[in-house]
């Protein structure tokens, strides 16, 4: 036997076999397999009695002996040793069993192990019950050597996010607290720092009827008169305010959809807070997925598409598809095409295309168990092959499951951006009462106080009214005003004023202005990228060494531009790309779809960067490509608009003989 099987029961109980394979397993037979191995060597007679205790013992031991032959049918090899008591298979590994052991894991949320719970099995449960409290403490202390390895590498933005993870192990943790107010003390923030004191405080009082610990109370005393914020650092949470405001109604009506099982559409200009929204509410309820639109692939077939099926692979690693799945989803995923040969031949006719949508939807079904909600943020960026695909996923719910293992799901959009077709989509949906449409609207004054005061903006009631006037109450708008203030050092109804009378595209650009040439040099590649964004990409796009482009990142960062390897905020990134240059554009576009040729990107993409450049033949030939592509995938009606801006591009560039092929493509397809 090899060294590859695993066992997987911090979620739904698995038996993942060497090829990869995922097998579901008897509840009983996971909870017998999870025992071995957190005890060890365990005789039968204690096995029998603990799993089968209203048996008699002949009984029980029968059940045992059968539990095991199922076991062994069901992974075609003995995966307990049964020379004398029985053991589990040294080659066999259990996920919590390296969780007991400190080893790093994903989850954040409690540890249930509910697929392991059995109601005639008083000890065991009892057992269960010890070890699930092990098991929480061994990882809050693999959270808290996590963090102090992040805090000796001088990660402080590392050392925050695993900070939150604890905390959501452990709301009353000490240790969480203290160092949380560490960090945004060593960030400079102390208004961030007092404010986790304070909710930690009346945490303690409202739950236990007890003060901080004097560690803590002395940490915020002793950093009192040398703690002095730089007006030039602006603090994490104007990046993420600690809390919602002005969202309780919005709240409310979406706890109504989630308890009647409807669809929940957040709809909301730019900057208004649908996703921070979203994202909240959805974590409320459990784990969810998030998956997120992107600007430029509005014009590629199944671009959506294939980016949330990369993302459901990577949120479940432990999936393996069928083979026919597989195949059809190499239609339009280069990486399932690799060792197979020829290309998969082209769908032709609607049974065809319903086979591509099952395997899709076969994909979401293996990938959704764990979550309770799936968020899809931005769907304006859809293309309108995705919106379908989508529309079709919505409409198999009973195909997914049960009900309560089907996630809900939160789709946010700017209802101005978003297509006439997929407007109707929507329409319908909430028509025939399967979904809520919600509007998000901009704060109001009192809410703008609110959050100026959860900032701990000096003056906070005074500066509400002359905020709100500058912002028209969009959240995005106040946290760039916020920004601007502790930048420039000025709080008052003047700098309000001095906002206002600018744009949020000339604050972004002072910003910028203050970076180094090579920081403001990768903001704007990342922008021309627009949804291909990465450290390494950014570095080709330029041709600077990747070291240079990782320092000028870091710059990015801390100034709010960017967080990870995306922009703060799709208005920044909108920002950064409308204010290039043109002959600046034009180079860093050209740069992009060379590079983004090498890398087999959609020729959807390329074509649209090629555009951007002012190339009209080599646009043509990629739309050209991308029509091509279309019609593979039934995507008729988009294969005939890109063969049309296919043959516009070639007669611009003056390739008469190009712009009559494709024009002739048009009227044999369609005829």
């Known amino acids: 036997m090899g060294n590859a099987w695993r066992i997987e029961v911090m979620g739904v109980p698995s038996l993942i076999r060497p090829d990869g394979a995922a097998q579901p397993l008897e509840r009983r037979t996971a909870a017998l397999l999870t025992y071995l191995a957190v005890e060890g060597p365990t005789p039968r007679s204690r096995l029998a009695q603990l799993f089968w205790p209203d048996s008699a013992e002949a009984v029980a031991r029968n059940n045992l002996v059968q539990a095991l032959r199922r076991l062994d049918k069901l992974a075609g090899t003995r995966l307990v040793d049964r020379s004398h008591d029985l053991t589990l298979s040294s080659d066999v590994q259990v996920d919590l069993v390296e969780t007991l052991r400190g080893q790093?894991?994903?989850?954040?949320?409690?540890?249930?192990?509910?697929?392991?719970?059995?109601d005639n099995a008083p000890d065991f449960m009892q057992w269960l019950l010890a070890t699930r409290e092990q098991a929480h403490r061994a990882r809050e202390q693999a959270s808290r050597q996590a963090i102090d390895d992040a805090l000796a590498a001088g990660d402080i933005a590392a050392a925050l996010m695993l900070v939150q993870q604890l905390l959501e192990l452990d709301p009353l943790s000490e240790y969480a607290h203290r160092t949380l107010m560490q960090l945004h003390l060593l960030d400079g923030d102390r208004a961030a720092a007092l404010q986790v004191y304070q909710r930690y405080k009346d945490l303690l009082a409202r739950e236990l009827g007890e003060a901080p610990p004097h560690s803590i109370e002395r940490l915020v005393g002793d950093e009192g008169g040398s703690a002095a914020a730089d007006p030039v650092r602006i603090p994490l949470a104007v990046l993420r305010p600690p809390r919602l405001v002005g969202r309780e109604e919005t709240w409310r009506r979406m706890e109504e959809a989630w308890e009647a099982g409807k669809t929940i559409y957040l709809v909301g200009a730019a900057g208004t807070g649908k996703t921070r929204l979203a994202q909240d509410f959805a974590r409320s309820k459990g784990a969810a997925l998030y998956l997120r639109g992107q600007p430029g692939e509005q014009h590629v077939p199944f671009a959506g598409a294939v980016r949330n099926a990369r993302a459901r692979l990577a949120a479940a690693p432990h999936v393996r598809l069928p083979e026919w799945v597989i195949q059809e989803l190499a239609r339009v995923m280069p990486e399932f095409q690799r060792g197979r040969g020829s290309a998969p031949p082209p769908l032709l006719d609607e049974q065809d295309r319903l086979n591509f949508f099952q395997a899709h939807l076969e994909m979401v079904r293996l990938t959704s168990p764990g979550f309770v909600a799936t968020i899809t943020d931005d769907v304006h960026y859809y293309d309108q092959a995705t919106m379908e695909l989508g529309v079709f996923f919505l409409s198999q719910g009973s195909a997914l499951g049960g009900h309560g293992e089907v996630p809900r799901h939160i789709i946010t959009y700017r209802p101005d951006e978003l297509t006439a077709a997929a407007k109707v989509m929507v329409d319908r949906h909430v028509d025939a009462g399967s979904a809520v449409r919600i509007s998000v609207t901009p704060l109001a004054v009192s809410d703008v106080t609110d959050l100026l005061v959860a900032l701990a903006v000096p003056d906070a009631e005074a500066l509400a009214d002359a905020l709100w006037n500058s912002t028209g109450g969009n959240a995005q708008f106040l946290l760039e005003a916020v920004r601007h203030m502790y930048e420039t050092g000025q709080f008052s109804a003047d700098a309000a004023l001095d906002y206002a009378q600018g744009s949020i595209s000339n604050v972004i650009q002072q910003r910028l202005g203050k970076l180094s040439p090579i920081a403001i040099q990768a903001a704007r590649a990342a922008a021309v990228l627009q949804n291909d964004i990465s450290i390494e990409r950014v570095s080709e796009v330029l041709q600077l060494p990747l070291p240079s482009v990782m320092a000028a990142w870091e710059e990015l960062e801390q100034a709010q531009v960017m967080l990870g390897e995306r922009?703060?905020?799709?208005?920044?990134?909108?920002?950064?790309?409308?204010?290039?240059?043109?002959?600046?554009?034009?180079?860093?576009?050209?740069?992009?779809?060379?590079?983004?040729?090498?890398?087999?990107?959609?020729?959807?993409?390329?074509?649209?960067?090629w555009l951007e450049a002012g190339d009209m033949l080599q646009a043509a030939k990629w739309l050209e490509q991308a029509g091509e592509e279309a019609a593979a995938t039934l995507r008729l009606q988009e294969a005939e608009e890109l063969y049309r801006e296919a043959g516009k591009a070639y007669a611009s560039a003056q390739?008469?003989?190009?712009?009559f092929k494709v024009w002739r493509r048009t009227i044999i397809d369609n005829y």
């Open 655 to 659: 390739e008469g003989q190009g712009a």
């Open 104 to 118: 790093p894991v994903p989850e954040t949320g409690l540890i249930r192990l509910e697929g392991l719970e059995l």
């Open 567 to 609: 922009f703060s905020h799709d208005l920044v990134q909108e920002s950064v790309r409308m204010s290039l240059p043109t002959t600046a554009r034009r180079i860093l576009h050209r740069a992009a779809a060379r590079m983004l040729v090498l890398q087999g990107a959609p020729a959807g993409v390329i074509a649209q960067h």
